[in-house]
């Protein structure tokens, strides 16, 4: 009780609510945070999610484009111990993935504190507490928390903020800049021509996108990629992948992989697709870079349709200028310029995670750190990671939370005045 006092200054007595919460904090409801959520529910745990959308997985509900399938197959994107419906497709639609997580949610009976944005986070070494702040508005009702709790879950993620390069010319360019989270169809770009900056998974069907409305998009490739079919002989080539690697050597999993690639798909560097020294699953698990799975881009670029091209050295009024010295006359431009993590932003630590905002410790070691501290969904190996992640970080605190739960089982009183229990 005296420990859990001295958080509590006179200033904040008055100023803000503080919550102790009596188990973890989940900053974050996307799949990752749901994940460990359900987890904790079934070690028994209470615990607070909190989500500064007001909907849960607010990537997925309001910053993908209406096409979106799932790229890997559905049994590696499925949350611990809830699998998808038989009756979904192997690769679910945006809309299928949506419902599942909600149904997830519902299932594990999992309700985040929505439309509360943590302002900041940090460890008090006094009482051995977290304190993280949070704001909330209704309409023109501001309302500051202060949650207190002995673990503190950092579930926002690699995309929790759009990155948005600084290209000479950009702002002066007079047609419509659009970030690829924005982008939901190409049905307002018909008959425009339109310059999409990357050629990642996003850019590539962003640019497939555009040419089946009947828009000419050019793809600005300005570094090398890997680009893979979605299946090698009717099966997943992530699943095959994940299968050699159980027999082989990483580096010669790749040489098959490229093997096969080049007899599907033949020679993609003279489309202007250069591809990256490293093979694509060494640099996946080096860098995070997820090798491109073709859905019918590909067959686009090769009759003309979308046209590949280098960097791009400057925008004008109404064109680019390509480090070529080529200029495009262009209507639009979508920045398929990908995601960052922003939890430098908001916590007030510096041993676990690094400035980029990722645990420092290289996978399988980055989903625990000191003092109470977890990070789920950092592991740059999408949902399966995330999943691995929150089983751990559940079992973890439920091992030392039954413990506890046996040898003390008295209810400690609280102040009222400022502290309200979960």
Known sequence: MENLLRLVDH????????VLVNGPVIVGAGPSGLATAACLREQGMPFVALERAECIASLWQKRTYDRLKLHLPKQFCQLPKLPFPEDFPEYPTKKQFIEYLESYAKHFDINPQFNECVQSARYDETSGFWRVKTVSSTGSTRTELEYICRWLIVATGENAECMMPEIEGLGEFGGDVTHACEYKSGEKFRGKKVVVVGCGNSGMEVSLD??????????????????????????????????????????????????????????VEKYGLKRPSMGPMELKNTTGKTPVLDIGALEKIRSGDINVVPGIKRFTKNQVELVNGEKLDIDSVILATGYRSNVPSWLQEGDFFSKNGFPKAPFPHGWKGNAGLYA?????????GASSDAMRIAQDIGKVWKEETKQKKRTIACHRRCISQF
């Open 11 to 18: 200033e904040d007595l008055f100023s803000r609510r503080c």
């Open 376 to 384: 789920v969904g950092f592991t740059r190996r999408g949902l399966s």
């Open 210 to 267: 555009l040419c089946n409305h009947n828009a000419s998009p050019s793809m600005v490739v300005r570094s090398s990629v890997h680009v893979m079919p979605r299946e090698i002989f009717g099966k997943s080539t992530f699943e095959l992948a994940v299968l050699l690697m159980k027999w082989l050597p990483l580096w010669l999993v790749d040489k098959l992989l490229l093997l096969l690639t080049w007899l599907l798909l033949g020679n």
